[in-house]
Every structure is written in C-alpha cells, then in structure tokens.
T-cell receptor, first 114, second 115 residues
Framework: KAGVTQTPRYLIKTRGQQVTLSCSPISGHRSVSWYQQTPGQGLQFLFEYFSETQRNKGNFPGRFSGRQFSNSRSEMNVSTLELGDSALYLC?????????????FGPGTRLTVL | AQSVTQLDSQVPVFEEAPVELRCNYSSSVSVYLFWYVQYPNQGLQLLLKYLSGSTLVESINGFEAEFNKSQTSFHLRKPSVHISDTAEYFCAVSDLETSGSRLTFGEGTQLTVNP
C-alpha cells in the first residue's frame, strides 16, 4: 500500500505570495492532519480534516487554510507569505478521526520564503 | 490544554550503550502518549504508543517506554543502541476529550549513536 504523498517536496516563494500544498493520504484513510515544523517552534498542529469537514484547528492566523476533497486528498493554502512561514509542512493521515488512531506521516513539503 | 517537555535536546551515546530519552507531559485530562522517530529528510514514524492497559509498551526494534502517571512521564529506553538508531525522537500526547486526531509534540531529542 502506498504511503502518504506530499507535493511538491520543495518550494521557494517570496514574501507576499501565496502557496498551495497537496497531500494524498493512504488509500482508505479519511482523516488528514497538517503540521508545521520549524527549528524554533517545533511541530505545531495546523488543522485536521475528516470527511471533507474541518474537525480541529490549531492556533494559526487565518492566512492558513485548508480543504479536503471527496477522495480524501487535502490541500493547504498559505496566503500573503511571511518569512516566518518558512518551514517543513507535514501531512498525516489516519483511517478515521480520533486521538487514539495511529497517524501516518508523509515526507513533508519544505517551504522557503525569501 | 496540554504540553510536552523533552528534557534533553541532544543525546550522544556510543554504539551498544543503553539510552534513555526523557519526556514529561502536562495535562488536566487523561491522555494517550506516543513516541515518533524522524530520520533525515523523512516524515515521522510511530515508534510506540500507550493507550491503556500495561504501562510498559514495547516496539519491534527494541525500544520501550513506561507510562508513569504519578510523575506524568513517558521516558523512552533502549538497552543497546545501534548506529541506525541515530535520528530525532519526538514525544507526543493527545487528550481523550478532544475530538479528532490532534497531537501535541515535544521539542524533540536528537539521538546520535557514535561508533
């Protein structure tokens, strides 16, 4: 079974631009979560989608948004990029939602904002 | 709200030596506990988890962790490490009252195994 895939793997943008990152979960998984990883703040939860509905949201500004499609694929969007948005963005999928479920992580998209 | 503290940011050890990576958590409600490992340029992989039952949990590659409710700790141990164990290790919690799959992570511990 293929793992979680994220595209693109690397991205360079400039301040003020917007970016869209994509995540394809493991086949049959319906929950997708997004995390931001930075050297200073560590791993921080962005949001979770389950059955096309946002279930949870972390403490990030409204510039960060996401959505999930009927095939469970998910995208996250960051508008008006800031230098501090440079990070590794990780996507994780699980079969169903619930804190006890094992989450499977993708390799991440490394975003650099210049 | 919960928080996780990993007490050591870097742990260097020699091959075949024992190792302990420390994790303490703070939460007002019951939690599930996890250890994830991240190899360079890869995502996180689940190493082991505590949901309920026996407080000692083991992974297939020789790691174990013990849930200590009174000390709010979930330390990770391995009696003899290999070079291939070099990676960053993250302790994480999720609370039983939050719906969904939200994880709160510690800052990470870089384990470096030297020959």
């Amino acid at each position: 079974k293929a793992g979680v895939t994220q595209t693109p793997r690397y991205l360079i943008k400039t301040r003020g631009q917007q970016v869209t990152l994509s995540c394809s979960p493991i086949s049959g998984h319906r929950s997708v979560s997004w995390y931001q990883q930075t050297p200073g703040q560590g791993l921080q939860f962005l949001f979770e989608y389950f059955s096309e509905t946002q279930r949870n949201k972390g403490n990030f500004p409204g510039r960060f948004s996401g959505r999930q499609f009927s095939n469970s694929r998910s995208e996250m969007n960051v508008s008006t990029l800031e230098l501090g948005d440079s990070a590794l963005y990780l996507c994780a999928s699980s079969q169903i939602t619930g804190s006890y479920n094992e989450q499977f992580f993708g390799p991440g998209t490394r975003l650099t904002v210049l | 709200a919960q928080s996780v503290t990993q007490l050591d940011s870097q742990v260097p050890v020699f091959e075949e030596a024992p190792v302990e990576l420390r994790c303490n958590y703070s939460s007002s409600v019951s939690v599930y506990l996890f250890w994830y490992v991240q190899y360079p340029n890869q995502g996180l992989q689940l190493l082991l988890k505590y949901l309920s039952g026996s407080t000692l949990v083991e992974s297939i590659n020789g790691f174990e962790a013990e849930f200590n409710k009174s000390q709010t700790s979930f330390h990770l141990r391995k009696p003899s490490v290999h070079i291939s164990d070099t990676a960053e290790y993250f302790c994480a919690v999720s609370d039983l009252e939050t719906s969904g799959s939200r994880l709160t992570f510690g800052e990470g511990t870089q384990l470096t195994v030297n020959p």
